[in-house]
């Protein structure tokens, strides 16, 4: 398994806040993406349950099912603090809080053949350690988005996601572990 140059996550610290960059293209329309990530139907096949009550100020509140334990973790609240759906003029925004990953901001840009998605993380971590472990996470998790998109698996399958998709976050946390360092 390897990581793709392309495919690599830029990290940059401002004081005590790191920021984990992911960029991907992505051959589906803007409207298909969106709904990917607003549509709690559509999140539980490549990231995470969700609640979502689409405005500002509503809530985003995820629950990640890719579990040691095979349990789902708690209900992680959340607020949408920016949102504008893709339109016409405007390409489409959320960013949301959340409360084990900060400040969570996906950004949409058209393409000659599709949309750019622009994922955003910022937080705070306790320790340092959980930097490689989220940007690994993160990098996964849009590995099953694009997945899911393409139509290559219908939705992750989240009993066997240690089996299946453990080896895949190991390689890349190692190498997020060994290579990365905030600009």
Known sequence: MTVEPDEIATLRKTGDT??????????????????????PHETVRWWAESRVDLR??????????????????EWLGGEIVQL???????????EFTNEAHGLLRFELEPTPVGTRLV???????????????????????LEHL???????VDAIDW???????????QVLHEYYLSSTSPA
């Not at 694009?146 to 290559?152: K, P, R, W, Y």
């Open 119 to 141: 994922f955003v993380a910022r937080s705070t971590p306790p320790e340092e350690k959980y930097l490689a472990m989220s940007l690994a996470g993160w990098h996964v998790h």
């Open 159 to 169: 009993p066997d996601w240690n089996r299946e998709h453990l080896p895949r976050w």
């Open 84 to 94: 504008r759906p893709p339109q016409h003029t405007d390409p489409g925004l959320i």
């Open 56 to 73: 500002v100020g509503g809530e985003f509140r995820v629950r990640w099912l890719n579990c040691d334990d095979g349990e789902p973790r």
């Open 18 to 39: 790191y920021e984990l960059r992911f960029v991907r293209d992505f051959p589906h329309e803007r409207q298909r993406v969106w709904a990917a990530i607003t549509d």
């Open 146 to 152: 694009a997945a899911v998109l393409d139509g290559t």
